[in-house]
């Protein structure tokens, strides 16, 4: 767990527990690393330790004996073929996991376009049939088993993705498309962080993968691409007014209804997702009331601006934000 920084933890977070294919050759690599250095290390110090426990003062190599001039000159010429050796290896490894990295089989993969932005990010799936694309954000469901085709774009500066767990580290560049092709092997939650420092709140820009088997995904995919659902009771219909009437829709969008703006996330299945700010707090009542009334208090300097709203319309406006599963 040598990367684990959450207060919202919904998964491992890790690149030493791979749980994809690209990740476990990354994973491979930084083990040979690892011991190859290890044992140079022990080697080395082992040297020192002998070297200070003889404690010769030797002359100048000049005025040795023939003999114990050509063992040192044997000795050298050892140590620096076995340094070019380890060299030799530590690059032939690097060279045949990029090798590995390249070789993702890329059949039926699914294709999410990432856009990053201070600070949080901003996921679309695509489709050919253009009534089947939906945004949503800061989460990202995978299909386990099958590959995924990350398309990455920023709309403001540079950041990176980075989700330890399935791969290494990719930029997202304004201006520029880059491509990053994951594959979970096994199901779970697995969170990221943005790996480039994007601003004041680069430390909250995090998003989560939820890695599902097929038919759970096809669900999934299939409820995302719905329009809200429409209230059921009074209260909810009530909180669809509050969120209509008020700044909300100048940056959000809620599909089914008149709130189209995309400055901010997509909300149409908000209360889908499990966190809420970029994975800053859990996705629940009460932390929901307080990113509405005090976002900056919770992370300072983000674009969502503070709200004031009587009791009644808060608890309005939550039960129809808790109602878009
Ligand atoms: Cu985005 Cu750091």
């Not at 070019?84 to 990029?98: P, R």
């Not at 945004?135 to 993705?161: K, M, Y």
């Not at 994951?182 to 990221?192: K, L």
Request: glycine share 8%; with cysteine.
């Amino acid at each position: 767990m040598l990367f684990a920084v959450s207060c919202t933890r919904v998964g491992p977070h890790s690149a030493l527990e791979p749980a994809g294919t690209q990740a476990a050759h990354i994973d491979g690599l930084w083990r040979q690393l690892l011991w190859g250095c290890t044992i140079v290390y022990g080697v080395v110090m082992a040297a020192l330790v002998l070297a200070v426990l003889k404690h010769n003062p030797a002359p100048d190599t000049q005025d040795l004996p023939e003999a114990a001039r050509r063992r040192v000159v044997r000795i050298v010429s050892i140590a620096v073929g076995i340094t070019i050796l380890v060299l030799a290896w530590f690059m032939g490894a690097t060279l045949s996991t990029e090798r590995q990295l390249a070789q993702l089989e890329t059949k039926n993969p699914l294709t999410v376009k990432i856009t990053g932005r201070q600070w949080w990010w901003e996921v679309l799936y695509e489709d050919q049939t253009p009534s089947n694309q939906f945004q949503t954000a800061n989460e990202i469901h995978v299909p386990v088993g099958r590959p995924v085709h990350l398309r990455l774009f920023s709309a403001d500066v540079i950041h990176s993705f980075w989700v330890p767990n399935l791969h290494g580290k990719r930029d997202l560049i304004p201006g520029r498309e880059n491509s990053l092709w994951i594959q979970a092997d096994r199901p779970g939650v697995y969170e990221g962080q943005c790996a480039e420092f994007c601003g004041m709140q680069h430390a909250h820009m995090r998003i989560v993968v939820v890695a599902q088997p097929e038919e759970e995904f096809e669900g999934w995919l299939q409820a995302q691409r719905r329009p809200a659902p429409e209230p059921e009771t009074e209260t909810q219909v009530r909180g669809r007014e509050v969120f209509l009437a008020n700044t909300c829709v100048m940056c959000h969008t809620v599909r089914g209804t008149t709130a189209g703006s995309r400055a901010g996330p997509d909300l149409t299945h908000l209360a889908s997702r499990r966190t809420l700010g970029a994975a800053s707090i859990p996705n629940t009542r009460g932390h929901l009331a307080g990113w509405i009334l005090d976002p900056q208090t919770i992370k300072p300097g983000n674009h969502m601006p503070p709200h004031t709203f009587e009791a009644e319309e808060l608890r309005a406006l939550l039960d129809y934000l808790e109602s878009l599963k």
